[in-house]
């Protein structure tokens, strides 16, 4: 039987888009023909993960399910989906036509209680068949979502990470928590969000000025790419608005430099492994490409970093990788200036998407996932 894949993304996604070509010809070059069933989340969030009468996950092979690998995609970037998870999370079904507005932060811990829950149906309906070779553990992906419970997770583990405190109660009561921390900067996260999309950094407790990316308009709150200044009553305002969708707060580590940019790490590990490394820099405190940082010059950025620092970073980034059952995680590795310590910021479930991106034998991310699951499973 050939080689059986099923993909649960968003048909229209860049990133499936960028996978399934790979799969095709990874197999193609070999003279096979494996078998690829894409399925929407759209049909899946509805029935809170419960795959019941969904044909491609029981596929039958003689009087036995056909075995499968299954890949998790993101639902990100899909309006129809964002409402289907909204709708679940509140258990409203109003959200199912709320009108799309750019940009707009629509309840975002609403949204990830509905991600969270389709999460915990696909861990059931995953356990019920052990057919299926799942390569990424449900349950690990809804903890990576949330900031707080994976620096626990990695503190319990002895891995670096930023100092954290307990999410502050009550609105207003961000900075006078960073004030009592007596942290010159702070990064007050939104805890389930991505792609920096609510993060305010905090600087100079005693008279605070705020840089976020979150735009504060007459009918909400929205994502920017490009970061504004707050001060005053229009910081404390976004601050409560993010803590009010939960909150992870950092003390702000200042950021090793290349060429007098900040840069940071995104650490792609496949199957545990350090497989891709891309060095992000900027004039910012965030380096997220979408806000104006730019992938840097590997050669020279990796020489910038003396090689023992580098050497127990990725140790570490591998360990962290390690806790999670996951084909591929982007991990957020930051050096302080003067390389005298690192920490791990963030482990993304998501975070291998980086399109044009080959190693040094030409081979782009999704290509050395496909290779690598091949081999696991037993394939190749």
């Given amino acids: 039987m050939p080689p059986r894949y099923v993909v649960l993304a968003n048909p229209d996604s860049k990133r499936w888009q960028a996978y399934e070509p790979e799969l095709r010809a990874f197999w193609h070059a070999r003279g096979v023909a494996a078998e690829v069933e894409l399925v929407s989340w759209a ?35 899909d309006w129809a989906v964002a409402r289907q998870l909204l709708a679940l999370g509140t258990g409203d079904d109003a959200f199912l036509s709320l009108p799309y507005q750019k940009g707009k932060l629509v309840e975002p811990l609403a949204f990830f209680e509905g991600f969270r829950r389709t999460l915990a149906g696909l861990d059931a309906s995953f356990r019920a068949r ?23 997770r990695l503190q319990r583990a002895g891995l670096p990470v930023p100092a954290t405190l307990d999410p502050p109660p009550g609105p207003g ?43 504060a308009l007459a009918d909400g709150f929205y994502s920017s790419r490009r970061l504004a200044t707050y001060r005053g009553e229009a910081l404390t305002r976004v601050l409560d608005f993010v803590a009010g969708q939960g ?7 200042r950021m090793a430099t290349v060429d007098g940019q900040n840069f940071d790490v995104r650490v792609v590990c496949i199957h545990g492994k350090p497989a891709v490394t891309i060095f992000r820099l900027s004039w910012l405190p965030m380096t997220n490409l979408h806000l104006g940082g730019r992938r840097g010059d590997w050669a020279a950025c990796r020489s910038a970093v003396p090689t023992r620092a580098w050497l127990d970073a990725l140790d570490h980034c ?3 990788a390690g806790l999670y059952k996951s084909e591929a995680v982007g991990i957020d590795l930051l050096f302080e200036a003067g390389f005298r310590r690192h920490v791990i910021l963030e482990v993304n479930a998501f975070g291998d998407f980086f399109p044009g991106l080959a190693d040094e034998r030409g081979r782009s991310i999704p ?14």
């Fill in 43 to 77: 049909e899946v969030v509805p029935r809170a993960g419960n795959l019941d009468g969904l044909a491609a996950f029981d596929r039958p092979n003689g009087d036995r399910p056909a075995h499968a690998v299954v890949r998790l995609e993101s639902p990100g970037r």
């Fill in 130 to 152: 052990p057919h299926l070779h799942v390569l990424a553990d449900p349950a690990d992906v809804a903890e990576m979502f949330d900031k707080n419970a994976t620096c626990r």
């Fill in 173 to 215: 009561g961000v900075l006078d928590a960073i004030r009592s921390a007596g942290w010159r900067t702070a990064y007050a996260k939104l805890n389930t969000g991505s792609s920096a999309s609510a993060i305010v950094v905090v600087s100079n407790p005693a008279e605070p000025t705020g840089q976020s990316s979150v735009v």
């Fill in 247 to 253: 909150l992870c707060v950092q003390e702000g580590v």
């Fill in 318 to 320: 591998e360990a962290a």
């Fill in 367 to 380: 290509a050395l996932e496909v290779e690598e699951t091949a081999r696991r499973v037993g394939w190749l």
